[in-house]
C-alpha cells in the first residue's frame, strides 16, 4: 500500500449523488482554493457497519463545516444503488437524509488511485482488469487541504469501523494549522 499524504490527491471526475439529485461529473476539484475535503471509502451500501459509519460522519457534518471541511463519501457502487440507498429510512437499514456527496467508482479507478481497492485481480496484456473475487473500497480516509494535497490518511480492513471524533480532531488540526500556522502537538485538541 502507498502512501498519498504529501502528494496532491488524485483527480477523478465521476457520477454521485449530490444533495439527493444525480451529478454527472463531480469531482474534489471544485473544492481547491475553498475548503479541505475528507474524502472517505466504505465498501458496500446496504451493511450494517457501512450504515454506522455514514450515519456518524452525518451526524457531525456541522462540526466539519465549523473547521472548513466537506464531507465526501465514495464506494464501487453505482449511483443508482447510492440514491437507493439514501432513499431507505435510517430506522430501516438506510442513509435517509445524509447531507453529504457519495461517490460511485463502479469502474473502480478512484479506488486503485487512491490505493484502497482491496480482493485479487491484475491487469492482463490487452490492459482489462480480471479479478478472482470480489472488489470493493477498504475503509480508506483521506483529508485533503485547500491546495489538494493530501495531509492524512488512514485505511482500516473492512471489519474495522474508524473513529469519526478523531477524523474531525485531524480536520480541527489542519484547520488550526491553517488559520494560526501552528503546528499541532501529539494529542492536540481544539480544547487545548
Given at each position: 500500500?502507498?502512501?498519498?499524504?504529501?502528494?496532491?490527491?488524485?483527480?477523478?471526475?465521476?457520477s454521485?449523488?449530490?444533495?439527493?439529485?444525480?451529478?454527472?461529473?463531480?469531482?474534489?476539484?471544485?473544492?481547491?482554493?475553498?475548503?479541505?475535503?475528507?474524502?472517505?471509502?466504505?465498501?458496500?451500501?446496504?451493511?450494517?457497519?457501512?450504515?454506522?459509519?455514514?450515519?456518524?460522519?452525518d451526524?457531525?457534518?456541522?462540526?466539519?463545516?465549523?473547521?472548513?471541511?466537506?464531507?465526501?463519501?465514495?464506494?464501487?457502487?453505482t449511483?443508482?444503488?447510492?440514491?437507493?440507498?439514501?432513499?431507505?429510512?435510517?430506522?430501516?437499514?438506510?442513509?435517509?437524509?445524509?447531507?453529504?456527496?457519495?461517490?460511485?467508482?463502479?469502474?473502480?479507478?478512484?479506488?486503485?488511485?487512491?490505493?484502497?481497492?482491496?480482493?485479487?485481480?491484475?491487469?492482463?496484456?490487452?490492459?482489462?482488469l480480471?479479478?478472482?473475487?470480489?472488489?470493493?473500497?477498504?475503509?480508506?480516509?483521506?483529508?485533503i487541504?485547500?491546495?489538494?494535497?493530501?495531509?492524512?490518511?488512514?485505511?482500516?480492513?473492512?471489519?474495522?469501523?474508524?473513529?469519526?471524533?478523531?477524523?474531525?480532531?485531524?480536520?480541527?488540526?489542519?484547520?488550526?494549522?491553517?488559520?494560526h500556522?501552528?503546528?499541532?502537538?501529539?494529542?492536540?485538541?481544539?480544547?487545548g
Amino acid at each position: 500500500m502507498a502512501h498519498l499524504v504529501g502528494r496532491k490527491a488524485p483527480h477523478f471526475s465521476s457520477s454521485a449523488i449530490v444533495n439527493g439529485s444525480f451529478s454527472k461529473d463531480f469531482s474534489l476539484d471544485q473544492f481547491i482554493g475553498k475548503s479541505n475535503v475528507l474524502f472517505f471509502f466504505y465498501p458496500k451500501s446496504f451493511t450494517s457497519l457501512c450504515q454506522s459509519e455514514l450515519q456518524a460522519f452525518d451526524v457531525c457534518i456541522d462540526a466539519f463545516k465549523a473547521v472548513d471541511t466537506v464531507v465526501v463519501g465514495c464506494s464501487t457502487d453505482t449511483s443508482d444503488v447510492h440514491k437507493a440507498y439514501m432513499n431507505v429510512p435510517q430506522s430501516e437499514g438506510g442513509i435517509a437524509g445524509i447531507q453529504y456527496p457519495l461517490v460511485s467508482d463502479a469502474n473502480k479507478t478512484i479506488s486503485t488511485n487512491y490505493d484502497v481497492l482491496s480482493g485479487d485481480y491484475d491487469y492482463g496484456d490487452d490492459g482489462l482488469l480480471s479479478a478472482d473475487s470480489d472488489m470493493v473500497a477498504l475503509r480508506g480516509l483521506f483529508l485533503i487541504d485547500k491546495t489538494g494535497m493530501v495531509q492524512h490518511q488512514l485505511i482500516n480492513f473492512y471489519a474495522l469501523g474508524r473513529s469519526v471524533d478523531e477524523a474531525l480532531r485531524m480536520a480541527s488540526a489542519l484547520h488550526h494549522l491553517q488559520t494560526h500556522g501552528e503546528g499541532c502537538p501529539a494529542n492536540w485538541t481544539p480544547a487545548g
